[in-house]
């Protein structure tokens, strides 16, 4: 659900920008994430953190690209919200009792320490990664593709990711479970 939740300020974006342009659409975006973030607060009582950077980013980077009409500003959105969140998950690797992944998810995994710091390094290659595509996509690619590239490329890389992360867990963890056989009963 909070997948979905997550891009649907992208489906009003990518609505918007093929019914007019770049600039209705980041001024559609920079209404709609606030209101989505509001509402969901009010549901659940709880501030998503990412969602809330992500708002205030557009809020910020739409206003210039708004102000200076200029889209590189909003481009860069998706690209800064990447790369903090990687910074994020790379220190909580060394501050803190646990790394973030281990926070989300060792209610769904038993994992050894090495091996949480292990997925949460994973995480922090793919948002670096991801936050470099955008931007090699941004610049070297006509604004639509970018913009198509945006919901359908993302979210694609997104799901890719989910894939190989469950693969890479089912393995550890059946790794993990196996009897050691070097030993004598």
Excluded at 136 to 141: D, S
Excluded at 147 to 176: H, S
Aim: charged content about 10%; overall charge positive; aromatic content about 18%.
């Amino acid at each position: 659900m909070q997948l979905f939740i997550d891009y649907l300020p992208i489906l009003f974006f990518f609505g918007a920008y093929f019914y007019e342009d770049i600039y209705f659409a980041t001024a559609v975006l920079m209404v709609i994430m606030p209101i989505i973030m509001v509402v969901q607060w009010l549901i659940t009582r709880k501030l998503n953190r990412i969602y809330a950077a992500s708002t205030v980013l557009v809020l910020v980077l739409g206003s210039a690209t708004l102000f200076l009409r200029n889209p590189s500003f909003l481009y860069w959105k998706p690209t800064v919200l990447n790369w903090a969140i990687a910074v994020a998950f790379l220190g909580s690797q060394f501050i803190g009792a646990k790394p973030f992944v281990q926070r989300m998810m060792e209610s769904a995994a038993e994992l050894g320490a090495d091996q949480w710091r292990r997925l949460n390094t994973i995480w922090v290659i793919f948002f670096c990664v991801v936050g470099g595509i955008n931007l090699y996509v941004a610049y070297n690619f006509s604004e639509p593709t970018w913009v198509k590239f945006k919901l359908f490329g993302m979210l694609g890389l997104t799901l890719l990711f989910v894939v190989v992360q469950t693969i890479w867990l089912t393995l550890t963890i059946n790794k993990n479970e196996a009897p050691d056989t070097n030993t004598e009963s």
